[in-house]
């Protein structure tokens, strides 16, 4: 099983940049289409944007569209997330998880996240 680890959250203020990473432990995201999540205290866990393992395929949640880019890099089996013009409702922890249909496809296999907090 795979799990992934998430880094590079932190506070930032509103109209910031962040970029988080996750990483792979054990065995690989070859083959899997990736993806970031988040949750915000009190709500469900939301998509934020995923990435096919072949080609330039991204995809996005209308929320962060124009402003978060993802990223991965297949030979270092990591997948990124650049987050600009970070607004206070971002506000959240991240994670990252293979994606099907704009759902996490390992249930059992949550990192801890990495925790993320826009000041206005």
């Known amino acids: 099983q795979v799990q992934p680890v998430e880094s590079g959250g932190g506070l930032v203020q509103a109209g910031g940049s962040l970029r988080l990473s996750c990483a792979a432990s054990?065995?690989?995201?070859?083959?899997?289409?990736m993806g970031w999540f988040r949750q915000a205290p009190g709500k469900e866990r939301e998509y934020v944007a995923s990435?096919?393992?072949?080609?330039?395929?991204?995809y996005y949640a209308d929320s962060v569209k124009g402003r978060f880019t993802i990223s991965r890099d297949n030979a270092k089996n990591t997948v990124y997330l650049q987050m600009n013009s970070l607004k206070s409702e971002d506000t959240a922890v991240y994670y990252c998880n293979a994606v099907t249909a704009g759902r996490p496809l390992w249930n059992d296999s949550w990192g801890q996240g990495t925790q993320v907090t826009v000041s206005a």
């Open positions: 054990g065995r690989t995201f070859r083959g899997y289409t």
């Open positions: 990435i096919r393992w072949i080609g330039d395929s991204t």
